[in-house]
Every structure is written in structure tokens, then in C-alpha cells.
């Protein structure tokens, strides 16, 4: 499935890290080439539409299998807007969702444990480049890295960095999913081609100011072999994530999952059911969406349209 040493070059150390650099010119010069943008050919295709199809963690895991997958790469990115101030007021005891606890873990947290244990079985190296979005430093436009010159080894690392971050991050605003989205095509295009997987994890919906960026970002995101899960934390709403999730025209292939975290691990269910459940709604499309990829030909090819998209330096 392609060769591994391709991505652990650039994510060791800064100088080969393209998208891990502090400069402000580098990062406009990505937006005016993001913005250039295009709009596939594909919207009729026979992938524009992917169903749930399974019932059981297995089951997802052997359809992987099956469909050739022998590894895939984690990509993260945070929701740091304000809106996480008040967007637990029911399904977190009113509580800002970003709040740190020494005995119990906030939503972030425990989405981020739950898919990259998942995952973790089809990641070969471990290392997971993270980002943070929606603060006072990158607003509706960039996004700024966990560290400056490397990324975490491991969800366990990404768990301690996130949370050696939080008190350091002002919130801000607004919701734009576009700039996280771009810097995972930007990786996936580095890795010279590479299965991504792109974690999103978010409180609430983009505003309508916001939406068609990132619904381009999207069509541009399915030229390559980048899959897209927007997990969902907090009170909503999500109905124009449900929307995305089903109904973007133009792409290659449907390379977008919504779940909703608050519905799932609400339920009257024992712990480790829930969490099965959650996996389960996030990574069920995988299977397709990676032999769709494989059909389409992204695989181990550098795109000609070029998303270049660079990292500010982390607030700590």
C-alpha cells in the first residue's frame, strides 16, 4: 500500500515537515492556491453515495481486510471555537467541553481514545499529525500544529499534548472545517499519495458564512486518498452536517462521515457497548471509501492540484 518511510520523513523534525513551518507568507501563499480550487467531474459517479453497511467492529475490520487495506495514517484536528464554552450545557454538565479533569475525561478526549485505539491495528508507525482550528490565532483561516517540529507518537501522546494545550488556547471563532481539511490533503499529498483517515472533532456546525468553503474543501479533499470523519461533541445542532454527510455534489467519491458522539455514548447502554457503537457509526464507511480510492487510482499518486496548506506554530 505504498511506502511507509515516505510519511515518517515528514513528520520527523522540521526541515522535512513541509506543512510544519512558522511563516505567516507561506501560509497566505497556500490560501491563494486553496483558493484556486476545482470541481470534480465525478458527481454522477457510482461512489458519490457510500451506505452504512455493518453491524459489528469485525465486521468493518475484516471488510478492511478485504479490501486491501494494509495500513492507513490518523490526522487530527480539534475545534477550539468558542462555542465549547456553552455547548455542553446539557450533555456536559454545563460544562466548557474542553475542561480538563485529573479523574474523567471530556469528549474530546474520550472520541480521540476511542477511534485511535481503533485504528491504531492499521497504523503502522504511529505517528499522528494534530492540528487545532477556530482559536483567536487562526480563526476561519489556518490552523496551528500540536508541535512545532514533530507530531505525536501514538493517541496516547496526542491525549497529553491536548492536554498540555487546552490552557493555553484562547477560543475564538468562527467554524470553518475547510482549513483542517486542506492541511490533510496537504499531508496526504506529501505522503505521495498515502490512505488517510481525518478526524474531526467539533462542537457544532460551520455558519453559513463558512459553509461553501468547506464544502469545497470537501470536493477537493475526494481527489485524493483522504477519508473524512466529523465526529460530532456537545449540544449541536447538526442538521447541516447530516446534510454534508449525504448530499455533496462533485466529488470523486463520498469521502465524508458525520457522528454524532452525544447521541451515541447517551444511550442506556454499558460503556464499553457505547463506545463499540461510536467506532463502529465512524469508521463504517472506511471499507468503501478506501476501495473506492484504490478504484479511482489515488493511491500512491501525487495530485496535479496541488493543495499547499501550512501550520501556524502551536500556542505552547
Not at 463504517?284 to 501550520?311: C, D, F, H, W
Request: glycine share 6%.
Amino acid at each position: 500500500m505504498g511506502n511507509k518511510s515516505t510519511k515518517s520523513s515528514l513528520s520527523r523534525g522540521s526541515s522535512s515537515s513541509n506543512y510544519l513551518q512558522n511563516s505567516s507568507s507561506q501560509s497566505q501563499m497556500g490560501n491563494s492556491s486553496i483558493s484556486r480550487g476545482f470541481q470534480s467531474s465525478f458527481s454522477e459517479s457510482k461512489y458519490s453515495r457510500i451506505a452504512d453497511n455493518y453491524n459489528s467492529l469485525d465486521e468493518v475490520t475484516t471488510a478492511l481486510a478485504q479490501a486491501g487495506l494494509e495500513s492507513s495514517n490518523l490526522i487530527v484536528g480539534i475545534d477550539f471555537t468558542k462555542s465549547n464554552e456553552w455547548s455542553g450545557q446539557k450533555s456536559f454538565n454545563n460544562k466548557c467541553l474542553h475542561s480538563i479533569n485529573k479523574t474523567s475525561r471530556n469528549p474530546y478526549e474520550q472520541a480521540i481514545s476511542i477511534i485511535g485505539r481503533t485504528l491504531s491495528a492499521f497504523d503502522e508507525d504511529n505517528l499522528i499529525p494534530c492540528f487545532g482550528f477556530g482559536d483567536v490565532k487562526t480563526n476561519d483561516k489556518h490552523v496551528f500544529s500540536f508541535y512545532k517540529d514533530k507530531v505525536c507518537n501514538g493517541f496516547e501522546e496526542v491525549l497529553s499534548r491536548y492536554r498540555d494545550l487546552v490552557p493555553h488556547v484562547c477560543l475564538s471563532g468562527p467554524t470553518s472545517f475547510a482549513p483542517i481539511i486542506d492541511m490533510a490533503s496537504t499531508i496526504v499529498h506529501q505522503s505521495g499519495g498515502q490512505y488517510h483517515v481525518l478526524l474531526i472533532i467539533a462542537d457544532g456546525q460551520v455558519q453559513k458564512e463558512q459553509e461553501q468553503e468547506t464544502i469545497n474543501a470537501i470536493v477537493r479533499a475526494s481527489e485524493y486518498p483522504l477519508s473524512i470523519v466529523l465526529v460530532g461533541v456537545g449540544d449541536g445542532p447538526w442538521e447541516l452536517m447530516k446534510k454534508f454527510d449525504d448530499n455533496i455534489p462533485h466529488r470523486a467519491f463520498d469521502n465524508f462521515q458525520f457522528v454524532n458522539f452525544t447521541e451515541i455514548t447517551s444511550k442506556d447502554l454499558p460503556e464499553t457497548k457505547r463506545e463499540t457503537e461510536f467506532a463502529l457509526s465512524a469508521l463504517m464507511e472506511i471499507p468503501s471509501q478506501y476501495k473506492a480510492t484504490v478504484e479511482l487510482g489515488l493511491l500512491s499518486s501525487r495530485n496535479n492540484k496541488t493543495v499547499e496548506k501550512v501550520a501556524l506554530p502551536p500556542p505552547f
